[in-house]
T-cell receptor, first 109, second 114 residues
Framework: GQNIDQPTEMTATEGAIVQINCTYQ??????LFWYQQHAGEAPTFLSY????GLEEKGRFSSFLSRSKGYSYLLLKELQMKDSASYLC??????????FGSGTRLSIRP | NAGVMQNPRHLVRRRGQEARLRCSPM?????VYWYRQLPEEGLKFMVY????????ESGMPKERFSAEFPKEGPSILRIQQVVRGDSAAYFC????????????FGPGTRLTVL
């Protein structure tokens, strides 16, 4: 079957670092995506991993271990505007993407 | 370069009416995907289309729902005889079909069924 697990909610402090974990089980694997979604808005693309390792993009980094079915999104120097839901998604096969339920991240001053 | 466009942004229908949701992909993109999102939940895949072809409709309910992506014009998601349970945000995404084939999302249509 297909299953993507990530924590429902997390809280972190402005200026700190937070790591959002994602584990997945899919019949096929053809890349993992992270999206950010603010309440009432569309998801926006953050990162893409298809090979094992760390991809860094500014304050955001994403890590993938295919053998473990595991990824994390690392957010550094947190800002209040980073309060949002973070969606882990796996491409299963040619193009179909399966989304996790999302992690709602709250940033406190 | 305009992003993915969806209209209307908000749609109110009474039970039994039809809802038509439109999506124009990003320029240069020929792949379109529709997702449904209930409040406080994740995105659920519905259907994947290319021009004039339905590639994967495994997430589409068997009845009342249909989708098309004609040679000319936007992709349409059509819901016939809407029920209250159809109330949700419907997002369209598009991709180029090449490289990382990243999907980029439109602003969504929020459907409310009274």
């Amino acid at each position: 079957g297909q299953n993507i697990d990530q924590p429902t909610e997390m809280t972190a402090t402005e200026g700190a670092i937070v790591q959002i974990n994602c584990t997945y089980q899919t019949s096929g694997f053809n890349g993992l995506f992270w999206y950010q979604q603010h309440a009432g808005e569309a998801p926006t693309f953050l990162s893409y991993n298809v090979l094992d390792g760390l991809e860094e993009k500014g304050r955001f980094s994403s890590f993938l271990s295919r053998s473990k079915g595991y990824s994390y999104l690392l957010l550094k120097e947190l800002q209040m505007k980073d309060s949002a839901s973070y969606l882990c998604a796996v491409r299963d096969g040619a193009s179909k993407i399966i989304f996790g339920s999302g992690t709602r991240l709250s940033i406190r001053p | 370069n305009a992003g993915v466009m969806q209209n209307p942004r908000h749609l109110v229908r009474r039970r039994g009416q039809e809802a038509r949701l439109r999506c124009s992909p990003m320029k240069g993109h020929s792949h379109v995907y529709w997702y449904r999102q209930l409040p406080e939940e994740g995105l659920k895949f519905m259907v994947y289309l290319q021009k004039e072809n339905i590639i994967d409709e495994s997430g589409m309910p068997k009845e009342r729902f249909s989708a098309e992506f004609p040679k000319e014009g936007p992709s349409i998601l059509r819901i016939q005889q809407v029920v209250r349970g159809d109330s949700a945000a419907y997002f369209c995404a598009s991709s180029s079909g090449t490289g990382t084939d990243t999907q980029y999302f439109g602003p969504g249509t929020r459907l409310t069924v009274l």
